[in-house]
Nanobody
Framework: QVQLVQAGGGLVQAGGSLRLSCAASGRTFSNYAVGWFRQAPGKEREFVAAISWGQAGVYFTDYADSVKGRFTISGDNAKSAVYLQMNSLKSEDTALYYC????????????????WGQGTQVTVSS
């Protein structure tokens, strides 16, 4: 069982930055992929970014086109924490953000992630 606890988020003006964190309790993220997803009112939950770890410190990342170049996902497997640094925020980034974990490699499909955080609101004012 993996429990994910999120922190961060809040209200920021367009162009500003926020950092989200996701911590796992009871285990590390070894052999897991950790993703960030978001859901805006009236819209489906969508993939934002994900990270997984390979051998010898190698890690893999993936980003949605809408956030590439503005958001950065990072993680510390030893600390069981994953972060999403969000820069140059836009009003369309306003959503409820979730971290999620799945055993195995990165995929973008929401339904394949078994463990979910509680969600944290990000609101970008224009």
């Amino acid at each position: 069982q993996v429990q994910l606890v999120q922190a961060g988020g809040g209200l920021v003006q367009a162009g500003g930055s926020l950092r989200l964190s996701c911590a796992a309790s009871g285990r590390t993220f070894s052999n897991y992929a950790v993703g960030w997803f978001r859901q805006a009112p009236g819209k489906e939950r969508e993939f934002v970014a994900a990270i997984s770890w390979g051998q010898a410190g190698v890690y893999f990342t993936d980003y949605a086109d809408s956030v590439k170049g503005r958001f950065t996902i990072s993680g510390d497997n030893a600390k069981s924490a994953v972060y999403l640094q969000m820069n140059s925020l836009k009003s369309e980034d306003t959503a409820l953000y979730y971290c999620a974990a799945r055993y195995g490699t990165i995929v973008r499909t929401t339904e394949t992630y078994r463990y979910w955080g509680q969600g944290t609101q990000v609101t970008v004012s224009s």
